[in-house]
C-alpha cells in the first residue's frame, strides 16, 4: 500500500513539472512574440516619423507666393530684331515703381528690386514670346516672389523678430501688407520645381535637369547590365564546369556585391575618362560606373531564379530531343524571368539612389542645362539633393526635403513595378 501511495505521489509530482516547464514555454513563447511584435511596431514608427518629418519639411516648396502687377509691355523697351532681347527686366522694375511711387531713393529702390524674384523678368519675356499682341499695352501679369518674402507669407520667416535678426526689412514688410490688402498677393503650385533646372535662387531652382540626368544614366546602366549580367549568370548556372575557376568566379561576384561604392566610384574615375578619355560628368560614364556596381546584384538574383525551377523541367526538354540552349532559351529562361527582372529592377532602384561613385566622376557638379545626351554634361537626382542641401538659403532645406520625396516616389514606383513584374509572371509549381 505504501508503494502504490509513494508511486502516485510521484507521478503527481511529476505531471506538476512538467505543467510548470509547460507554461514556462508558453511564457517564454509569448514574451518571445511580444518582442518581435514591438520590434516591428518600433521600426514602423520611426519610418512613419521619419517619412512624415520629410514630407512636412517638403511642403512648402511645393508652393510659391505670386503678386499680380499691372507691367506695360512699352514699345521703346521691346527690341523688334531680337523680342528675347529686350528690356524685360527694365518693364518688371518700371511695373514696381508704378505700384510703389513714393519709393524715391536709390538704396528703397535696390531694396524693392528685390521683392520679386529673378524668375519675374523670365515669366514677362515668355509672356509676351507667346503673345505678341500684347505689346504696346498694360497688362496684369503674376510675378513670382523673392524666397525671403515668400518665407514670410508662409510663416516660416517671424516677422516679430527684431529688425536685426531678420532678412526682411521693416518696409519691405510694409509694401508686403500693402499689396496683402489689395488682393494681389496669391499661393500657387510651384511648377517651376519639374520644369527648371539648378539655379542659385531657390525659388526657380528645379529638379528637371537631374530628373533627366537619372534617366539618362539609368539607361545607360540598364543597357550594359542586364545582357551582361543574365548572359553570366546563364553561364555560372546552366554551362559552366563546377571546377574551382567557377567557384572562385562565383566567391569574388558574391565579395563585388558588398564593394563600398566608392569603390567603383575611383575605378570609373582611372579607366573610363583617365584611360579612355570619356566625357567627365556625363551620364554615359555615370552608367558605366552604375552599371558596373550593378552587375554582382542582378547575377546573384538570376542565378537564384534558375536554380529556382525544378530539375523535371530540363529533363523533359532534354527527353523530348531538345538541345541544351534550347532547354535554356525556350523553357528555363521564361520561367526564370520574373526572378530576373526583379533583381534587375530592385538594383537599378539602387543605382538611381546612389551618390558616391559618381561624385568621383564629377556628376556633383551645378548644371544648370538640361542634358539631352549621354555625353552631355549632367548631373542626377541624389547628387541635385545633396547640393541644395549644402546651400545656406533657408529656403533650399525645403527644397531638399522636397528632392528627397521625388527620389522616394521614383524607388516606389521601381519597387511597384518589380512587384507588380513578379505577381504577372510568377509560376507556381
Known amino acids: 500500500m505504501t508503494d502504490i501511495s509513494t508511486t502516485c505521489q510521484d507521478d503527481t509530482e511529476q505531471a506538476a513539472r512538467r505543467a510548470a516547464r509547460l507554461k514556462k514555454r508558453y511564457r517564454a513563447e509569448r514574451r518571445f512574440r511580444f518582442y518581435g511584435q514591438a520590434a516591428i511596431g518600433m521600426a514602423g514608427l520611426i519610418l512613419v516619423f521619419l517619412l512624415g518629418s520629410i514630407i512636412f519639411s517638403s511642403l512648402p516648396a511645393f508652393t510659391h507666393h505670386h503678386v499680380t502687377l499691372d507691367i506695360e509691355i512699352s514699345t521703346d523697351q521691346i527690341d523688334d530684331e531680337d523680342l528675347a532681347a529686350s528690356n524685360w527686366l527694365g518693364m518688371v522694375r518700371a511695373g514696381l515703381r508704378t505700384h510703389f511711387p513714393y519709393v524715391t531713393k536709390r538704396s528703397e529702390k535696390r531694396t524693392l528690386y528685390k521683392f520679386l524674384s529673378l524668375g519675374a523678368v523670365d515669366n514677362v519675356r515668355d509672356y509676351v514670346m507667346a503673345n505678341p499682341q500684347a505689346i504696346g499695352k498694360t497688362l496684369p501679369l503674376s510675378l513670382p516672389l523673392s524666397d525671403d518674402i515668400d518665407l514670410v507669407l508662409k510663416g516660416l520667416i517671424d516677422r516679430n523678430l527684431p529688425p536685426d535678426e531678420r532678412v526682411v526689412s521693416d518696409a519691405e514688410l510694409d509694401w508686403l501688407d500693402r499689396l496683402v490688402s489689395e488682393n494681389r498677393v496669391s499661393e500657387k503650385f510651384a511648377v517651376q520645381l519639374f520644369t527648371n533646372g539648378d539655379s542659385r535662387e ?9 530628373l533627366y540626368g537619372s534617366l539618362l544614366t539609368l539607361l545607360v546602366t540598364l543597357i550594359v547590365s542586364f545582357p551582361l549580367g543574365v548572359l553570366a549568370a546563364i553561364y555560372l548556372q546552366e554551362i559552366a564546369p563546377k571546377n574551382r575557376l567557377t567557384q572562385l568566379i562565383e566567391v569574388n561576384i558574391n565579395n563585388l556585391a558588398a564593394v563600398p561604392s566608392i569603390v567603383y566610384g575611383l575605378l570609373g574615375l582611372a579607366v573610363f575618362i583617365n584611360f579612355f578619355h570619356l566625357p567627365r560628368s556625363a551620364p554615359l560614364v555615370g552608367g558605366l560606373v552604375l552599371a558596373l556596381m550593378t552587375l554582382p546584384r542582378i547575377i546573384i538574383p538570376t542565378r537564384a531564379a534558375f536554380a529556382s525551377i525544378p530539375p523535371s523541367i530540363r529533363e523533359a526538354a532534354l527527353g523530348v530531343g531538345a538541345s541544351r540552349l534550347q532547354v535554356i532559351m525556350h ?35 551645378f548644371i544648370v542645362d538640361t542634358p539631352t545626351e549621354i555625353t552631355s554634361k549632367a548631373t542626377v537626382l541624389p547628387a541635385q539633393i545633396y547640393m541644395w542641401a549644402n546651400n545656406p538659403e533657408r529656403a533650399f532645406q525645403a527644397r531638399t526635403s522636397a528632392g528627397i520625396v521625388v527620389l522616394l516616389s521614383m524607388l516606389l514606383l521601381v519597387n511597384g513595378a518589380a512587384i507588380y513584374l513578379r505577381k504577372r509572371f510568377e509560376k507556381r509549381w
Open 202 to 210: 531657390p525659388e526657380i531652382a528645379g529638379l528637371k535637369g537631374a
Open 331 to 365: 523553357h528555363v529562361l521564361p520561367l526564370a524571368l520574373p526572378g530576373i527582372l526583379t533583381g534587375t529592377i530592385i538594383g537599378l532602384a539602387q543605382a538611381a539612389g546612389e551618390t558616391a561613385p559618381l561624385l568621383m566622376i564629377g556628376m556633383m557638379a
